[in-house]
């Protein structure tokens, strides 16, 4: 039983996407589709831009979710299809692009959500305010308690799981400061500040949930055709009226990324392919779950390299 998953923000690239472009017709229509909603060349962005702007929230945020789905286009004309997949999830971002290749999006309104997210998550806390620190060597227990420790006052939260010892912390500033002393105090192998613009999936993001909200009442939501292991719920939701509300949680809740493959493995998932661009959540899950098969699909010769 395998599982689809999609990336999140840090995987972006100049390049990412482009040979997938080239060979496949079906990948290239999914670039030429975001352009057009967007009404912009995000497409000239990705292949020939600049890797500061593409790194912008608003930029990478929608050129991610097109580069996974240009790849799962070039993988069903390989005969691979989504409901292949038992289930499909994404890492923050990457859960709209999840959404998108279940069917319950379509691919038009959601780059027009990823841009709208992007830009409301950039504005909801003014740049130098907040601020996100990953803690490893920590599980989240430990993170957790690091995070409220640091508080004092003001918002430290525990935002992403990502794997038995990498837990990310957002928040003020100040406080998140104060939660890498506690956590060096407290053995963690390594606290590093991370290069990010907003503090994200905390409660600083409460006015960017409002604005997805907003954006999200406009937007069709279908039934997915493969149910999708929702980040607030760390477990699988095959219902279009809750992935409204889910996703709205999910800008200020944590990212329950280690509990979703604990979960899928736990349903008997032994192999995830991880579609798009780079391979962060291959080297989260291996050791997640350390028994399962990790696939990057994000270039023609990966795909070349799947049995049909």
């Known amino acids: 039983m395998k599982a689809f998953v999609f990336p999140g923000q840090g995987a972006q690239v100049i390049g990412m996407g482009r040979a997938l472009a080239d060979a496949y017709p079906a990948a290239r229509a999914v670039f030429d589709e975001v352009d057009e909603a967007l009404g912009e060349k995000l497409s000239a962005l990705i292949w020939e831009g600049d890797q500061e702007v593409l790194t912008l929230t608003q930029n990478a945020q929608p050129a991610l979710m097109a580069t ?18 038992a289930f499909v999830a994404g890492h923050s971002l990457g ?101 990010v613009s907003a503090p994200f999936h905390c409660a600083l993001m409460q006015p960017a949930a409002d604005r997805m909200a907003e954006a999200l009442a406009a937007v069709e939501v279908k039934a997915p055709r493969v149910p999708v292991v929702a980040n607030v719920l760390a477990s699988a939701n095959a219902d279009a009226g809750a992935i409204r509300d889910l996703l709205v949680r999910q800008v200020t809740g944590s990212v329950r990324w280690r509990e979703s493959v604990e979960w899928m493995a736990g349903q008997g998932v032994s192999e995830f392919w991880e579609i798009g661009a780079g391979k962060a959540l291959s080297g989260m899950i291996r050791r997640i779950a350390k028994e399962a098969v990790c696939k990057a699909v994000g270039a023609p010769e990966d795909i070349a390299g799947l049995s049909a």
């Open 95 to 195: 859960e709209y692009s999840a959404l998108c290749a279940a069917g319950a999006i379509g691919l038009s309104d959601t780059a027009k959500l990823l841009r709208i997210r992007g830009q409301a998550m950039q504005a909801a806390v003014p740049v130098g305010v907040g601020a996100m620190a990953a803690l490893l060597g920590l599980d989240f227990a430990a993170a957790d308690a690091v995070a409220k420790e640091a508080a004092q006052g003001e918002v430290c939260q525990a935002a992403n799981d990502n794997d038995p010892a990498q837990v990310v912390v957002s928040g003020h500033k100040a406080a998140v400061e104060r939660a890498l002393e506690i956590a060096r105090a407290k053995g963690a192998k390594r606290a590093i500040l991370l290069p």
């Open 68 to 85: 996974s789905i240009a790849a799962l286009r070039a993988l069903e004309a390989e005969g691979h299809a989504v409901t292949d997949a």
